[in-house]
């Protein structure tokens, strides 16, 4: 059977540049180009191709900080810091050597690469086995029966594994109703508030008695008169934060599964990393024995 691994590229990155760059560990090339965020990016996806053993690859990205999201609320993401300066030509680099290596990018302006991820588990969730890996939680909404979220937890091997049953039983909620539990309590790294006052653990009871937004909105008049109050005077942002927290699956992927095989890597590729100066990207493959 087909397996597709969907890597949220954008997450590997940042987490791979912020576990070195804590020691000042850039690792440049031979012009100063930090590469250390690259480096660890391909070494992660590498390790994971050795693991999950998958047939066909995507790695999704955000284009540009805009998104729709933006424009359907001003304050989305507007805490975020700018990426820091040794980080900035690695997005650009990390796009080129994972195409050098044959992984299919992919992504689309105004849309994150959650929504990327969540179209592409859409349109094949019935041709292949999934396996999604990131570190954010929101993917969790994703879940179905074919498809798995490997979460990032230690280095480059260590995953905490979502399947559809385990979901179910741990939060007695569809996975679907994710995002109406954080509609209910907002994002602050995202920078959207959901209810105030709503907590998670509140937000999820009240997803499990009653179903959905919707089925709490019918059942007002039965809840405590507190969160009534709250959820009553800010029905335009639970609405507005569910929108936000909910991941597109309806883009428009005009790649084929096909296009997304991936083929062994050939000494043609050792050559390329080590002429660019990738030589721990190198010493990792070798080591993984990939190369």
């Not at 804590?22 to 990016?41: C, K, S």
């Not at 699956?249 to 080590?274: F, G, K, N, V, W």
């Not at 010493?283 to 990939?290: C, F, I, N, Q, W």
Request: charged residues 20%.
């Amino acid at each position: 059977m087909k397996h597709l691994l969907l890597v949220d590229g954008m997450a590997l990155l940042f987490r791979s540049f912020f576990a070195s760059a804590a020691m000042n560990q850039y690792i440049r090339l031979e012009d100063g180009t930090p590469t250390n965020g690259v480096q660890g990016f391909v070494r992660h996806v590498m390790t994971a191709e050795t693991i999950f053993q998958p047939t066909h690859i995507a790695i999704c990205w955000d284009m540009g900080a805009h998104t729709f999201r933006n424009e359907l609320y001003d304050g989305y993401k507007a805490n975020r810091p700018a990426p820091p300066e040794e980080m900035k030509p690695q997005f650009d680099l990390a796009k080129m050597i994972a195409a050098e290596l044959g992984w299919t990018n992919f992504g689309q302006i105004g849309m994150e690469a959650d929504d990327s991820i969540g179209s592409m588990v859409e349109k094949w969730k019935h041709d292949a086995k999934i396996t999604v890996i990131s570190g954010d939680r929101d993917l969790l909404q994703l879940l179905n029966a074919s498809t798995t979220i490997a979460l990032t937890k230690k280095g480059y091997t260590q995953y905490e594994l979502y399947d559809e049953a385990r979901f179910v039983e741990e939060y007695g909620i569809a996975p679907a109703r994710f995002a109406d539990v954080k509609a209910f309590i907002g994002d602050s790294s995202d920078g959207y508030p959901g209810i105030k006052g709503i907590g998670p653990k509140t937000a999820l009871q009240l997803i499990q008695t009653y179903g959905s937004i919707e089925g709490v909105l019918a059942n007002l008049d039965v809840l405590k008169p507190a969160q009534r109050t709250k959820i009553v005077d800010n029905l335009e942002m639970l609405s507005l934060s569910h929108q936000l927290a909910t991941i597109q699956c309806s883009m428009d992927i005009a790649l084929q599964l096909d296009d997304l095989a991936r083929s062994p890597y050939t000494a043609t590729h050792e050559q390329m990393l080590q002429q660019k100066g990738y030589r721990l990207i190198v010493k990792h493959a070798k080591s993984l024995g990939v190369l």
